[in-house]
């Protein structure tokens, strides 16, 4: 999967998550075999949450566990 669409699929889950309440920052634990670059998905998290209710938010990565993909929210 590249990495635009990875993007598309984490924000509707995390929009769907969110149900409408601000969210201050989204966590993503990402596995160490994931190739998931930081840089990269910060890059088209900007570009592909414009005009929702998660444009701003900060994003914080944590890497080498065993799971590919894990989101928590902290919402106001």
Known sequence: MDDSRLVVRLLSQALGLAAGARVKTVHIRAGALSNISPA?????????????????????????????????YECL
């Not at 998290?45 to 944590?62: D, H, I, N, P």
């Open 40 to 72: 990269v998905l910060l890059r088209h998290f900007t570009r592909v949450s414009m005009g929702t209710t998660l444009e701003g938010v900060g994003l914080e990565f944590e890497s080498g566990t065993i799971r590919l993909l894990l989101m928590r």
